[in-house]
T-cell receptor, first 115, second 111 residues
Framework: DAGVIQSPRHEVTEMGQEVTLRCKPI?????LFWYRQTMMRGLELLIY????????DSGMPEDRFSAKMPNASFSTLKIQPSEPRDSAVYFC?????????????FGDGTRLSIL | SQQGEEDPQALSIQEGENATMNCSYK?????LQWYRQNSGRGLVHLIL?????REKHSGRLRVTLDTSKKSSSLLITASRAADTASYFC???????????FGKGTRLSVIA
């Protein structure tokens, strides 16, 4: 299997611009997770989906962040407008379940820099 | 707040030595998992230990779990330079809830 695929790997943009991060989960995995990783806060869960439906978005920092999963093979995380404090590495992960009995599989992340 | 806290935050050892990392958590768990993250890459699952297990092995990895102390340890024996990475513990609370990750231990293995 190809694993979880994220794009782009790196994104540099100016403050105020819209940013869209993309994720293709592993086929057959019912759960998809979006995380943000920073030195200060570590790995934070932003939102997760089960069968394309958002289950918990309590980790989304504010209304500038939104996530969609239009089908089982694609998800996006959008930031509009972007701010310098959004600079971080964003990971997508997928799993057959939440992690209660099966591990999560991570993509290699998108390194986002907002100038 | 973090459920799992790894200790130490950073560890530097010589190749061939053993590396031990610890994880403490706050509430009852369903299982505990360890992940590795190489620089610039995503997390990779290493091992899962259930709450009713006390020890588990996988190659050069040994994980222990002490639910009475709410702690786990990851031992890497005969370390190699390729083991240089950050190591995270992650816990699953009771029920079908998502993983909660600690902040990790940065391991440097010097050749």
């Amino acid at each position: 299997d190809a694993g979880v695929i994220q794009s782009p790997r790196h994104e540099v943009t100016e403050m105020g611009q819209e940013v869209t991060l993309r994720c293709k989960p592993i086929s057959g995995h019912d759960y998809l997770f979006w995380y943000r990783q920073t030195m200060m806060r570590g790995l934070e869960l932003l939102i997760y989906f089960n069968n394309n439906v958002p289950i918990d978005d309590s980790g989304m920092p504010e209304d500038r962040f939104s996530a969609k999963m239009p089908n089982a093979s694609f998800s996006t995380l959008k930031i509009q407008p972007s701010e310098p404090r959004d600079s971080a590495v964003y990971f997508c992960a997928s799993s057959p379940n939440t992690g209660s009995t099966q591990p999560q599989h991570f993509g290699d992340g998108t390194r986002l820099s907002i100038l | 707040s973090q459920q799992g806290e790894e200790d130490p935050q950073a560890l530097s050892i010589q190749e061939g030595e053993n590396a031990t990392m610890n994880c403490s958590y706050k509430t009852s768990i369903n299982n505990l998992q360890w992940y590795r993250q190489n620089s610039g890459r995503g997390l990779v699952h290493l091992i899962l230990i259930r709450s009713n297990e006390r020890e588990k092995h996988s190659g050069r990895l040994r994980v222990t779990l002490d639910t009475s102390k709410k702690s786990s340890s990851l031992l890497i024996t005969a370390s190699r330079a390729a083991d240089t990475a950050s190591y995270f513990c992650a816990t699953v609370l009771s029920g079908n809830t998502p993983l909660v990750f600690g902040k990790g231990t940065r391991l440097s293995v010097i050749a």
